[in-house]
């Protein structure tokens, strides 16, 4: 072994000076890639918020859009679109999404429900266009024709995942004591699990359907061939063309779902993307309405559950 | 009497196990509906059962657990049969790197090694650029930020994911294309000139800004709220007596970051950084709103491109030919089995290599 120089002290005070600088600079480094994060957001939000802002008016939500080059319009059909295949993919996907999630809660370790974990995050990561691709091969082949159903479905498929996960962690915030309490007393398992544990888990899965209604409010990409867009859909024109011709409830609902049908953000890429300076302004509006509901649903999600976890856990 | 003995008695006082067991409870109803009775006590019965038995319960919830594990197989199973034509035709030519790069739906000729390029390159220089920002936010987020910054910061992580990729999009083109894209692909030109490398920057970009580069910086934006989150995650299921050994063994606070923490976490942040590529490779809307979705441009990431998203998205609306559409669907399913086995390799990786070992 060799023999230590006499010299470490003086090796060790220089080092130590030479760790000390390295330290401030790599934690002030670490700093710097925060607000080179933040600068992009800050960035996107402000000026969507600005530019969006100036075209924002009535007419956008009450009107349909003007032929093209033809200054005003609006985007109801859009707003009604989206409106249409988001409370059917809530309809369709909620429901699954907790009775799986209370499936996992009564058997979190069988090899059952680490399949349907893992099924969920493959879910998860499944790109948006593949499952428009789904949609398009199981239901607008089969129906040959687009439809605000199809889009409905694929958005459902998006939004699954998303609230089966939260609604998962959720119900396992509540203490099993609650849920064996009910079944000691002698409740049976739906009744313990709807009475018991849903109303303690509440208010976390409202968030989770939040963030999930966010997610796929903002989708373009599952839309494009199986809601394919349509100019002219408005529920209004439909239901008094209906009643105008004595349809039945059944009918009207099935023109409303069957057909195709538009959605903000479909309208935004395409409206974003004409040579038409009105119509890039309409993609701007719809933008800002877009942003603002995207991410007032998940602060407000986020925000209600960081409160409600604080008040639970102190 | 006789209508005293056969009476069911209530299912879960049968056994102790018959209300966990859904097998059993349904074995039980098919008993049930087996034996011989009268209308009137038929509905009771069935009243009965439904009102105590959690047999409608279960087929419920078997049935919700069925549709969430069919659903990946049944789209996998859907990709693969709606592409056979495409797979018939040009079998392992369509993916293969060197074969001719056509793209003829007037002649019905495919090959989609361009897109698998384009979205190979955007997403490995997105991940280049995205890894370094987002480890550090990680960091910052979760050794150094004070209380009261955390949760602001953790907000703006996660709303920059929240943001719909359209509005990127428009963003993209309209802001960030002519302000950023446009003079840093003026900057990099020069780069075309070196020998061998230079496939890689031979310019010009284009006045619009439509490039592969442009697509890549946009994804950088995109995938770094990802990978910043699960890394955070990671490092803060470290267990505290980790930071505490190396601070009394007299590291630095970087030091216990660098030396200890992230060979700690190694795995899990791998994990996320796999995770960060498979969003790349699957982000569509922005990345079909930048990159100016053309075909050829060679290697070069100044020119523009197409990525296996955005050529889906460009052109399925308006594929004619069944043949188009069979080879959109394979790009789908090499798209899918891509982001499948990157997801499957980087939740193994975050789930059981860390967070359980933590």
Redesign the interface.
């Given at each position: 072994m060799a023999p230590e120089s006499i010299y470490a002290h003086v090796n060790l005070r220089r080092n130590y000076r030479r760790?000390?600088i390295?330290?401030t600079v790599?934690?002030s480094?670490?700093?710097?890639?925060?607000a080179?994060?933040?600068l992009?957001?800050v960035?996107?939000?402000v000026?969507?918020l600005l530019k969006g802002g100036r075209y924002l008016n009535l007419a956008l939500f009450i009107h349909l859009p003007a032929p093209m080059g033809t200054p005003g319009g609006g985007v109801l059909h859009a707003i009604e679109g989206s409106l249409v295949m988001v409370l059917l993919a809530s309809l369709l996907a909620i429901?699954?999404?907790l009775?799986?999630a209370?499936?996992l809660l009564?058997r979190p370790n069988t090899a059952?429900a680490q399949?349907?974990r893992?099924?969920?995050?493959?879910?998860a990561?499944?790109?948006?266009?593949?499952?428009g691709?789904?949609g398009?091969?199981?239901i607008v082949?089969t129906q040959k024709h687009y439809s605000a159903f199809a889009g409905g479905v694929v958005l459902a498929?998006i939004m699954?995942p998303v609230v089966?996960r939260s609604a998962e962690e959720m119900l396992k915030l509540v203490p099993p004591e609650m849920r064996e309490g009910a079944?000691a007393l002698?409740a049976?398992?739906?009744r313990a699990?709807l009475r018991v544990v849903l109303p303690a888990a509440m208010e976390g899965i409202v968030t989770g359907v939040m963030l999930g209604i966010?997610r796929a409010?903002?989708?373009?990409?599952p839309l494009?061939?199986t809601a394919?867009g349509n100019d002219h859909y408005e529920i209004g024109q439909i239901v008094r063309q209906g009643l105008h011709y004595h349809q039945s409830m059944g009918q009207i609902l099935g023109q409303i779902f069957g057909q195709p049908a538009d959605a903000l953000?479909l309208t935004?890429?395409k409206y974003?993307?004409q040579p038409y300076q009105e119509r890039?302004q309409l993609?701007?509006a719809v933008?800002f309405v877009?942003?603002l509901f995207?991410?007032g649903l998940?602060?407000a999600a986020?925000a209600w559950l960081?409160y409600r976890r604080r008040k639970l856990y102190g | 009497m006789a209508a005293e003995v056969r009476r069911v008695s209530p299912p879960?006082c049968l056994s102790a196990s018959s209300?966990?067991s859904f097998r059993s409870s349904f074995k039980r109803f098919s008993d049930l509906l087996m034996q011989p009775t009268s209308s009137s006590s038929w509905r009771k019965r069935l009243a009965y059962y439904f009102k105590?038995?959690?047999v409608?319960?279960?087929t419920?919830?078997?049935?919700?657990?069925g549709?969430?594990?069919v659903?990946?197989l049944?789209?996998a199973w859907?990709?693969w049969?709606?592409s056979a034509a495409a797979r018939h035709a040009f079998g392992w030519q369509f993916i293969w790197p060197w074969a001719k790069p056509v793209w003829n739906p007037a002649l019905d000729k495919f090959q989609a090694w361009p897109a698998i390029y384009g979205s190979l390159i955007t997403a490995a220089i997105a991940l280049v650029l995205a890894v370094?920002?987002?480890v550090?936010?990680a960091?910052?987020?979760s050794e150094?930020a004070p209380e009261w910054l955390r949760?602001p910061?953790n907000?703006?992580?996660?709303?920059?994911a929240?943001?719909?990729?359209?509005?990127?999009?428009?963003?993209g083109?309209?802001?960030f294309l002519p302000l950023v894209v446009v003079p840093l692909g003026k900057a990099l030109a020069p780069l075309g000139e070196i020998p061998g490398l230079g496939v890689f920057f031979r310019g010009p970009v284009p006045a619009s800004g439509f490039s592969r580069l442009g697509a890549a910086l946009v994804l950088v934006?995109m995938i770094?709220?990802t990978i910043?989150a699960v890394s955070r995650d990671v490092l803060q299921a470290i267990p505290r007596s980790q930071r505490e050994a190396a601070l009394a063994l007299g590291a630095?606070?970087?030091?216990t970051?660098?030396k200890v923490l992230l060979p700690y976490g190694q795995s899990g942040i791998l994990g996320a950084i796999i995770?960060g590529f498979?969003r790349a490779?699957?982000?569509?809307?922005a990345v079909t709103?930048v990159i100016g979705n053309s075909a050829g441009g060679g290697y070069s990431i100044l020119r523009p491109g197409y990525t296996m998203?955005s050529i889906?998205?460009n052109e399925?609306?308006e594929a004619v030919s069944e043949m188009h559409t069979a080879a959109?669907?394979e790009i789908?399913l090499v798209?899918?089995v891509l982001?499948?086995l990157?997801?499957?390799l980087a939740?193994w990786l975050v789930v059981n290599k860390t967070i359980k070992r933590a």
């Open positions: 760790r000390k390295l330290n790599m934690l480094l670490t700093g710097v890639t925060v080179l994060a933040v992009p957001l960035w996107i939000t000026y969507v429901p699954v999404a009775l799986a209370f499936y009564a059952v399949a349907v893992f099924s969920t995050d493959m879910l990561g499944i790109p948006s266009i593949v499952v691709l789904f398009y091969a199981v082949v498929i699954l089966l079944l002698g049976p398992e739906w699990a966010a409010v903002g989708e373009t990409a494009l061939f394919l953000p935004l890429w974003a993307q890039v993609a701007w933008a877009l942003m995207a991410l998940n602060i986020r960081a | 879960h209300r966990l105590h038995g959690d409608l319960w279960w419920l919830l078997t049935l919700s657990v549709v969430v594990l659903l990946v049944w789209i859907q990709l049969v709606q370094p920002l987002a550090g936010i960091i910052f987020l150094l949760a910061l907000y703006m992580v996660e709303m920059l929240a943001i719909p990729s359209v509005v990127y999009g428009l963003w083109i309209y802001v934006i770094l709220p910043a630095t606070r970087w030091e970051v660098w995770l498979g490779i699957g982000e569509t809307m709103m998203a889906i998205a399925f609306a959109l669907i789908g798209l899918f982001t499948f990157l997801n499957a939740r």
